[in-house]
C-alpha cells in the first residue's frame, strides 16, 4: 500500500483557548474568559470517536496536543480530556506525547494530572527572556514565570522539556537575542525551537505595521540574529534539525517530523488540519459552531482531494525544512513510479548550481539536502516547488 493510504500514526489535537491574544497571533485562539470548555471537551470526545470509526488507528506513536494554550484547562479538565484521548486512541507505550504550555499555566497539580493522563514532552512557549520584550508582544508571562514553571515541571518528572523562542521582534536587538539565547541555554534544555515573527493580517502587529508603527529591525539585523542562534545552539552541542529546531541527539520532536515528512496525520479540535488518505480536512474555527456541528457530524469545514502534483510539491517543500534532506526512497514508497529527479529535475538544477542545495548519494540511493549557504534562504528554495506544475 503506497505510504499516504496508510491509516496515521499521529494525532493533533488543539484546544483553542488562551488567557489573553498575543499581538502578533493569529492562530485559532480565543480568550478563555467565558468559553465553554466543557463542552468543548464533550465535543472533541465526538468528533475522536466519529474520526476513529470513519478511519481505524492502528497503533498511534505521537500525539502533540497544541493551541491556543492546552494548559489553561483546570487539572479535572485536563485529567477528562487526556483520558478521552487515551480511551478513543490506541497510543503506544513509547509514544511521544506532546503538549503545548505557556509560562504561568502549570502548577504542581495540572502538572501531575499531565503525566497521569500520558503526557511526556512540554513544549512552552517563552519567546523571550527580556520583561519589555515580552509586555512588547502582548505576553503576559514573566521571565520569572519562566524559571518557575521549568522548575515544576522537572519537579514533577518532566525531562523531555523544549522552550519556543522568537527573534526579528519588534524593539529586539541582536544583543537582546543573544542575552535571551544565553539563558535559554543554560537551562540545559534537550530540545529548542527558535521562530522568526511573521506579521500577519488580522493581528495588532498588522495594523501598527500598516500604520508604520512597528519598528522591525533591518533585514540584516534578523539574519545576524539568525545566524548567532545557528552558531549557539551548535556551540552547545544542541543539533540544527530543522530550519527552526534544534536538539540533542535523540530529542527531536517527532510529531513534527512526521509533517516534514508529509505522512498523514489525525487533526481534531477547531481550527484544526488533518492529512489522511491523499484527503486534508480544516475543520470549523469558531468554539460553538464546532460543538454545534460535533453533536451530529464530522466537524469540517472543508476537505478537499489533494492532487497528485500538489502533495509531491508538498513533500519537497516541508521535506527540505529538514536539514538531512528528503530521500528518492521515501518520495517512491508516498507516489509510487514516481522519482524527484524525474518530476523536480528543472526545479532542481538551478538550486544546485547555486550552491543553495546539494545532492546526496549513499548506499540507500539519492536525496537532496540543503547546504551550509541555503539554510538561511530556506524559503527561496522552498518557494521553488510551489506549483511547478503551472510555471
Ligand atoms: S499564547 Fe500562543 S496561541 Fe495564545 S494568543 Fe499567544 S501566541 Fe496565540
Redesign the pocket.
Known amino acids: 500500500m503506497a505510504k499516504l493510504q496508510q491509516s496515521p500514526k499521529a494525532v493533533y489535537i488543539h484546544i483553542p483557548f488562551?488567557t489573553n491574544?498575543?499581538y502578533y497571533?493569529d492562530?485559532n485562539?480565543f480568550v478563555l474568559n467565558g468559553q465553554p470548555v466543557d463542552a468543548y471537551l464533550t465535543a472533541l470526545e465526538q468528533e475522536m470517536e466519529r474520526t476513529v470509526r470513519l478511519l481505524p488507528p492502528e497503533r498511534i506513536d505521537t500525539v502533540f496536543v497544541g493551541?491556543?494554550?492546552p494548559t489553561v484547562l483546570t487539572p479535572p479538565q485536563m485529567t477528562r480530556f487526556l483520558a478521552s484521548v487515551q480511551r478513543q486512541f490506541p497510543v503506544s507505550k513509547t509514544a511521544e506525547f506532546t503538549m503545548e504550555a505557556?509560562p504561568g499555566t502549570t502548577e504542581a497539580d495540572k502538572l501531575a494530572a499531565m503525566r497521569e493522563g500520558g503526557v511526556n514532552r512540554i513544549s512552552f512557549?517563552v519567546q523571550s527572556f527580556d520583561n519589555g520584550l515580552l509586555e512588547r508582544i502582548g505576553r503576559i508571562h514573566s521571565v520569572d514565570d519562566v524559571y518557575r514553571s521549568l522548575e515544576l515541571a522537572r519537579a514533577a518528572g518532566f525531562s523531555n522539556l523544549s522552550i519556543d523562542l522568537m527573534f526579528g521582534l519588534p524593539g529586539q536587538t541582536p544583543e537582546l537575542l543573544e542575552g535571551s539565547v544565553e539563558r535559554a541555554l543554560a537551562l540545559d534544555l534537550p530540545h529548542y525551537s527558535l521562530y522568526g515573527l511573521k506579521v500577519e493580517e488580522n493581528t495588532l502587529f498588522h495594523t501598527l505595521y500598516e500604520r508604520n508603527e512597528l519598528p522591525l529591525p533591518s533585514e540584516e539585523d534578523e539574519l545576524a540574529m539568525y545566524l548567532l542562534i545557528m552558531e549557539r545552539l551548535k556551540a552547545a552541542g544542541r543539533r540544527q534539525y530543522e530550519i527552526s529546531n534544534f536538539a540533542r541527539p535523540g530529542f527531536e520532536s517527532r510529531h513534527n517530523i512526521t509533517y516534514w515528512r508529509n505522512e498523514p496525520y489525525y487533526g481534531l479540535g477547531a481550527g484544526a488540519h488533518g492529512y489522511a488518505q491523499g484527503l486534508r480536512h480544516v475543520n470549523i474555527k469558531g468554539v460553538q459552531p464546532f460543538i454545534d456541528a460535533a453533536g451530529s457530524t464530522l466537524p469540517r469545514m472543508s476537505e478537499e482531494r489533494i492532487p497528485e502534483q500538489e502533495a509531491m510539491e508538498d513533500f519537497m517543500m516541508v521535506g527540505l525544512r529538514v536539514l538531512d534532506g528528503v530521500r528518492n526512497a521515501d518520495f517512491a514508497a508516498q507516489f509510487p513510479g514516481r522519482s524527484i529527479d524525474s518530476v523536480f529535475g528543472a526545479v532542481l538544477r538551478p538550486l544546485l548550481d547555486t550552491g543553495l542545495l546539494a545532492r546526496i548519494e549513499d548506499t540507500d540511493g539519492y536525496g537532496y539536502r540543503l547546504t551550509e549557504q541555503g539554510v538561511p534562504l530556506g524559503n527561496e528554495v522552498f518557494g521553488a516547488f510551489i506549483a511547478v506544475a503551472e510555471k
Open positions: 488562551c491574544k498575543c497571533c492562530f485562539s493551541g491556543g494554550t505557556n512557549g
